[in-house]
């Protein structure tokens, strides 16, 4: 911001960029989840080992708390002075 950047510029920024890792971390995850399900299939009784509303519900899940923990911080640096943030730099 000190550059001249607006304050929904440097929110979007950094939330594209935090949803960005959260999505392909999610990605890896259901796919290695996927695959882990036929290793413990014999250990559930009365459950199926794929239940897509459960991993679906999951992954809605941390999407919405990776927003939240990209989305304020992000709006709490836009709320500091960008001449005080550069004279602690």
Avoid: W
């Avoid at 399900?37 to 991993?55: E, H, Q």
């Amino acid at each position: 911001m000190a550059l001249g950047a607006e304050a929904r510029d440097v929110v979007k920024l950094i939330v594209k960029h935090g949803m960005g890792l959260t999505l392909i971390g999610t990605i890896i995850g259901l796919a290695l989840s996927v695959a882990m399900t036929r290793l413990i299939s014999n250990l559930l009784y009365g459950v199926k080992a794929i239940d897509p509303a459960t991993f679906a519900g999951v992954a809605l899940f941390l999407m919405v708390v990776a927003l939240l923990a990209c989305y304020l911080p992000a709006r709490k640096a836009t709320q500091i002075d960008p001449m005080t943030a550069l004279h602690h730099e």
